[in-house]
């Protein structure tokens, strides 16, 4: 099986910075895209920032300038590192990633169990 394990969430206050990080582990073969989404409370799961396995990135126009996704392949994992944080960036945030586990020959969708960020004075 495959895992996506979420850390680095946690209080902070507006203007700071958090780094999230995204962990896949298990029977991986390959992974192609991955992203970062995110819930706030009583609102829809939106993308916040994507990457491609070759590095190419896109962003929610709210977190332009703020934000940058970045992985390293050879660890599987996924980095978001969120500066300059506002109180409309409270929210989980969750990683997924398209993975093709060993022995398959498709791409499976995999989500992690998602990390609290809030931003509050």
């Known amino acids: 099986q495959v895992q996506l394990v979420e850390s680095g969430g946690g209080l902070v206050q507006p203007g700071g910075s958090l780094r999230l990080s995204c962990a896949a582990s298990?029977?991986?073969?390959?992974?192609?895209?991955m992203g970062w989404y995110r819930q706030a409370p009583g609102k829809e799961r939106e993308l916040v920032a994507g990457?491609?396995?070759?590095?190419?990135?896109n962003y929610a126009d709210s977190v332009k300038g703020r934000f940058t996704i970045s992985r390293d392949n050879s660890k599987n994992t996924m980095y978001l590192q969120m500066n300059n944080l506002k109180l409309e960036d409270t929210a989980v945030y969750y990683c997924?990633?398209?993975?093709?586990?060993?022995?398959?020959?498709?791409?499976?969708?995999?989500w992690g169990q998602g990390t609290q960020v809030t931003v509050s004075s």
């Open positions: 997924n990633a398209k993975v093709k586990p060993t022995g398959w020959i498709l791409y499976l969708d995999y």
């Open positions: 298990g029977s991986i073969f390959n992974i192609n895209d």
């Open positions: 990457i491609t396995r070759a590095g190419s990135t």
